[in-house]
């Protein structure tokens, strides 16, 4: 017969449970539960490091210090970059700075330190102290390629193109055997709109490692922006190998239409993928899909629920909730891979997106008095500054409202603020009189019933112009020095929004001359209707 003893766990069972109640009393941002568990289990690296961050999200500095200091091997990765994602979706970068200056008092020769304070002050936006310290981290391993790549970012995010393109052929020159360096360069050229030249280092990176998931991705934008739409759509379909990137089988993906392709009673379930953008960019690919016979079921963002069911075709929404069942499943960003051999390969026309007709008639009740040219105003996009990646691109898309003052004075033109979020409280620092309704717009659909009422929409380059350009709106985009792949290079309309009209920066982080253009465009629109 059993004993109790014999019905116990063993130790070190019992020890993995406790440290997996950790990790997740970490990820919900609880560390003193964690610390309180990691008490109770032997010492190891592992453990060691997750102590450590239990102490940093409690503010204790120098007590994460000093346990990171306890497992720092002088190779490698330092530990503390293990706590840099859950510090930015905290809200804690610059917390990090704190805890990375404690870690220097305890090793003031550990090389690795200055590169990741160089990298967190990149991140805040402070370029200058941050280049100073990634030059201290390249001095002390000049051989090293991981500073010297962290010093071409920031240069890239103060638009020394040149001078990063310099910094990542030194590296190339010393790994010509790795395919990193080409990656990174092709990425900047492609940025610029040197298209061929990054097409070409692309190439021979691909040669170097042909089944990186990254850098066929990269490739596959770069393709996109030089216009080779089929061979991208193709390409970009590597992003599924991303870690994380779905949780959806490969084997289950829509394939690509052919006539040998039945899909009658066949259930499509189109999910929700990146930003608000990319997700109005491809609904114009539902009334093609729905032609094949297919039902089709949209699991996407509860903004766009409205909007999406008055798409021709769509047979369902769902927003939230459990996975609907399917036949085949398609991410929204693959829909233009799926149409890329048909003649639907860049969807339905515009206008392909309607406004609620009673909203957009309650609007016009609204706005009926107001005879000036309407003018929608949208300055800044989503920060989003819990994604690294996306805040940092917003700086370069985002402007100030006060940027915007000289449209002001402009007689005959009214209006109106379409932004949401944070910068909406920059509306005082518009010198002339701005509209705002946008409190009273609860989601997409709401917006769209009120810039069916508006005459232009000039926007950064975020969702509000694949809105206004999908309900064939005419729409100002003003657009960064190193743009998007989907505005293409060297191109001030769009075969994806014909009433679109991009005003592109002539110099990286100058908005000057794009407002001008914008004021003049506007002047001419006020013209042509006298």
């Given at each position: ?172 020159k010393a790994s010509p055997e790795n395919w990193g360096p080409l990656c990174n360069l092709a990425c900047i050229l492609s940025s610029i709109g040197r298209m061929d ?334």
């Amino acid at each position: 017969m059993q004993t109790q003893a014999d019905l116990a766990p063993p130790p070190h069972a019992e020890h993995a449970v406790f440290r997996d109640r950790a990790v997740k009393a970490l990820e919900g941002n609880r560390p003193q539960e964690a610390l309180d568990l990691l008490r109770d289990i032997p010492e190891n690296p592992h453990n060691t490091i997750l102590l450590a961050r239990a102490w940093f999200l409690l503010g204790n500095y120098e007590r994460s210090a000093e346990t990171l200091s306890a497992v720092s091997e002088p190779f490698g990765p330092h530990p503390a970059i293990a706590f840099f994602d859950q510090a930015a979706v905290l809200g804690r970068r610059a917390d990090l700075l704190k805890l990375l200056k404690a870690c220097v008092a305890r090793n003031p020769a550990d090389y690795r330190l200055p590169e990741l304070q160089g990298t967190i002050l990149m991140q805040l936006g402070y370029f200058t102290e941050a280049e100073r310290y990634i030059r201290d981290s390249i001095s002390r391993q000049p051989e090293a390629n991981s500073p010297r790549n962290t010093l071409s970012m920031v240069l890239y995010e103060q638009g020394k193109f040149d001078e990063a393109l310099v910094v990542l052929e030194d590296i190339r020159k010393a790994s010509p055997e790795n395919w990193g360096p080409l990656c990174n360069l092709a990425c900047i050229l492609s940025s610029i709109g040197r298209m061929d030249e990054a097409n070409n280092l692309y190439r021979q990176a691909i040669a170097i490692a042909p089944n990186e998931p990254s850098l066929r991705l990269n490739h596959s934008i770069a393709m996109l922006k030089s216009g080779r739409l089929a061979q991208g759509w193709t390409e970009h379909e590597w992003r599924l190998s991303l870690p994380g990137h779905t949780s959806l089988p490969y084997g289950e993906l829509l394939p690509t239409i052919s006539p040998n392709l039945d899909l009658r009673g066949k259930r499509v379930l189109v999910t929700q993928e990146e930003g608000l953008g990319d997700t109005l960019m491809y609904l114009r690919y539902l009334p093609a899909l729905a032609r094949t016979g297919a039902s089709i079921t949209v699991w996407g963002a509860s903004t766009l629920a409205a909007i999406t069911r008055r798409i021709e075709g769509t047979h369902s929404v769902q927003t939230g909730g459990e996975q609907p069942q399917y036949d085949y499943h398609c991410p929204f960003i693959s829909l233009p891979r799926a149409f890329s051999g048909t003649p639907d390969a860049m969807g339905a026309p515009v206008p392909y997106i309607t406004p609620d007709p009673i909203k957009a008639e309650n609007w016009k009740k609204i706005l009926h008095r107001d005879r000036n040219l309407r003018v929608g105003l949208v300055w800044a996009g989503g920060a989003r500054p819990e994604n690294t990646a996306a805040y940092m691109v917003d700086r370069h898309r985002s402007l100030p409202l006060s940027a915007l003052s000289p449209l002001a004075d402009l007689d005959g033109i009214s209006f109106y603020s379409l932004q949401k979020d944070a910068a909406s409280s920059q509306i005082a620092d518009f010198p002339g009189k701005l509209i705002d309704f946008m409190p009273q717009c609860l989601d997409m659909d709401d917006t769209a019933a009120l810039i069916a009422n508006l005459d232009i929409v000039v926007s950064v380059d975020t969702s509000i112009v694949h809105l206004g350009g999908g309900m064939g709106k005419k729409v100002l985009m003003m657009d960064r020095y190193n743009n998007c792949w989907r505005w293409m290079h060297d191109r001030t309309d769009s075969p994806w929004y014909p009433t679109l009209k991009i005003i592109r920066q002539t110099r990286f982080g100058d908005w000057t001359d794009v407002v001008l253009r914008v004021r003049k465009a506007l002047q001419n629109a006020l013209m042509s209707r006298q």
